[in-house]
């Protein structure tokens, strides 16, 4: 069985980092693209912090000399043929969003509200306004980060994602060269905000930009089309 | 193109260490290409990743997070 980490350009040599269950990273090319892979006799894939890191640490192995496409957690194929015959009708446009992604990086902005509404509040009228007035100032915050840290970025999406519920959460492509500015302009923004918390965590690999959807998009799937 | 930081280093991070997973673990499930190959991860068991994910936000001391 083959696990796929990662597509990205030419590729000489695999990295030298360790992918699953310790397998070595390997590399097949296909045209100009080259797939990050291990070889697996048997892979029981379980969504772990382990797994999720050794995902990860492949990812950036090959993002440390090059721009990467991460490939989806747990995509697996049979054999190589299998791998081979899935990428080569999306090579086009994989190879057009390696050249449009050179230089840039993820960065993940998260606000999370500090104060926790009282869900022991007495008064249920109260409890809602509360809640309502909590959900307005975070929009308004999200707003107001969106248009400010895009000064810094190229592209930005706002990711309804299910670890969200109260916490907005927002991803932006961020040119390699932009990336302290960027941080310190999250920095700024929680100084003006303190009633939430900023996160702010990167470089990633352009995981929500894979494919050139339009800004905001609400779709978690990103096939690419 | 050479990249110095990366999210494992944390690096360019404000966020803990348990920010970057919950950041990480969003974009492994949501993002990267899918290839049409078989993703072997069930419905069932992505709930399972962030329902283990909400224990760990709510232990996590989101006043540290900021910085």
């Known amino acids: 069985m083959i696990y ?4 990205t350009g030419p590729l000489t040599e695999p990295p030298e980092e360790q992918g699953l269950a310790g397998a070595p990273l390997e590399t097949v090319g296909v045209g100009s693209l080259t797939a990050v892979y291990s070889s697996h006799e ?5 969504p772990d912090v382990e797994s999720a890191w050794a995902h990860e640490h492949a990812v950036e192995a090959v993002m440390s000399s090059q721009t990467v496409l991460p490939a989806r957690f747990g995509t697996t194929f049979p054999g190589l043929d299998e791998l081979r015959d899935a990428l080569i009708p999306h090579a086009d446009a994989l190879e057009r969003r390696l050249e449009e992604l050179e230089g840039c990086v993820e960065l993940a902005v998260r606000i999370d509200p500090l104060i926790p509404i009282d869900g022991q509040m007495a008064d249920g009228r109260q409890y809602l306004m509360e809640k309502l007035f909590a959900q307005r100032r975070r929009e308004a915050l999200a707003e107001s980060a969106l248009a400010c840290l895009m000064e810094f970025a190229v592209a930005s999406r706002v990711a309804p994602t299910p670890s969200s519920g109260e916490t907005v959460s927002i991803s932006y492509l961020v040119q390699t060269r932009e990336v302290r500015r960027f941080s310190r302009a999250v ?4 100084t003006r905000w303190p009633e939430f918390a900023l996160s702010c ?3 990633w690999a352009p995981y929500s930009f894979v494919t050139d959807e339009p800004a905001l998009s609400t779709s978690t799937e990103a096939e690419i089309a | 193109m ?3 930081t990366t999210a494992s280093d944390g690096l360019a991070s404000h966020g803990s260490r348990d920010v970057a997973l919950i950041d990480l673990v969003d974009r492994l499930l949501a993002g990267g290409v899918v290839l049409g190959g078989d993703i072997t991860l069930a419905v069932a068991d992505i709930d399972l990743v962030y329902v283990s994910l909400r224990a760990l936000i709510s232990s996590v001391p989101v006043t540290g997070a900021g910085r």
């Not at chain 1, 796929?4 to 597509?7: D, E, G, P, S």
């Not at chain 1, 048997?42 to 379980?46: K, V």
């Not at chain 1, 920095?187 to 929680?190: C, I, K, N, P």
């Open chain 1, 42 to 46: 048997q892979l029981e894939l379980r």
């Open chain 1, 187 to 190: 920095a700024r923004l929680q």
């Open chain 1, 4 to 7: 796929l980490y990662a597509i």
């Open chain 1, 201 to 203: 965590t990167g470089p």
């Open chain 2, 2 to 4: 050479s990249i110095g």
